[in-house]
């Protein structure tokens, strides 16, 4: 699985842009741009990110997409503006909490169905602190990124909660052959 593989001037330019984008957004003013010497190819091809906001440690809001569809720089300015205010489990960050934030952009590859022959080999199939997992079944999905691995190292348990997540029962997985894509991901953070 291929990720970006983005230089260190690369990343810093991406987290810089996240940064400035939450700081105008919070107090309405025009949203931040590239110049074009900034503008790299790499930023300009398309890229999936999720971006992730901590306060302490603690998470403050992560979105971002699973599919590459616009440039690299877009995508990330766009999911750090829903990070930052339009993550359903977060009231928006308010300006006091902008410098306080932790911010930290994940470059996913393209997701790769995943075969598997039966429910309890799944888990078994799986890389822990590498695979970032989605979940499908009928319409509902849901995704956690590889950093997930850290809270819920044990398979079982990170595809249990993967169910909840997707509002299923905890123990679907365990019951029925679900859609199982994974990713790898290049993650980054300030």
Not at 59 to 78: F, K, M, N, T, W
Not at 121 to 148: I, Y
Not at 166 to 173: R, T
């Amino acid at each position: 699985m291929k990720t970006t593989n983005l230089t260190p001037s690369e990343k810093s330019t991406l987290l810089k842009l996240a940064r400035k984008t939450i700081e105008c957004a919070v107090v309405n003013k025009k949203l931040p741009s590239l110049s074009q010497e900034e503008l790299t190819d790499n930023l300009r091809a398309p890229g999936a990110v999720f971006v992730t906001l901590t306060i302490g440690g603690d998470l403050r809001g992560c979105i971002g997409s699973l599919q590459a569809y616009r440039p690299l720089v877009e995508d990330v300015q766009q999911h750090a503006l829903d990070a930052a205010f339009n993550d359903y489990r977060f009231g928006p960050v308010s300006e006091i909490e902008v410098p306080l934030l932790e911010i930290e952009i994940s470059c996913l590859s393209a997701p790769e169905l995943l075969v598997y022959s039966s429910p309890e080999e799944l888990p078994k199939v799986l890389k822990p602190n590498e695979d970032g997992v989605v979940l499908r079944e009928g319409g509902k999905s849901a995704t956690f990124l590889p950093q997930v691995w850290e809270q819920l190292p044990d398979p079982d348990s990170f595809l249990s909660h993967l169910c909840q997540k997707m509002g299923a029962p905890a123990d679907l997985w365990r019951r029925k052959m679900l859609e199982v894509s994974i990713y790898h991901v290049e993650e980054f953070h300030e």
